[in-house]
């Protein structure tokens, strides 16, 4: 979506608006409305799409995701729990013991 966005700002400069106007009218600032026209002229549209941003990668990726999901569904007896009211943590101990990816309780709340 973002890229899309960007494309239509980028058209509209190329089309002959000036700067100030697409950035108003799209509610982009015009720095970030410059990078992209900059970005474009020099790469192309593929300027236009995000780099990778720093920091350390994502623990949890959509497969390990899905394996949560599919852990939370259970019923916690399934796995082990003592009760039918598991909790968080419960559930990521299960969690790692079955992916090896150790989660914070806080973590497995958020899902």
């Known amino acids: 979506m973002r890229v899309f966005r960007r494309a239509q700002a980028v058209r509209e400069v190329v089309k002959g608006q000036r700067l ?7 509610q982009l600032t015009y720095a970030a409305l410059r990078t992209w026209v900059h970005r474009f002229a020099n790469q192309g549209v593929q300027g236009l799409v995000d780099r990778p941003r720093p920091g ?19 019923d916690p007896l399934e796995h082990g729990a003592l009760s039918s ?27």
């Open 20 to 26: 100030p106007n697409v950035s108003d009218a799209l």
């Open 56 to 74: 350390r990668p994502a623990q949890v990726t959509c497969e390990l995701e899905k394996h949560l999901n599919r852990l939370i569904d259970q």
């Open 85 to 111: 009211q598991g909790s968080c943590r419960e559930l990521a101990t299960v969690f790692a013991q079955q992916t090896g990816v150790h989660l914070g309780r806080e973590r497995v709340r958020g899902v």
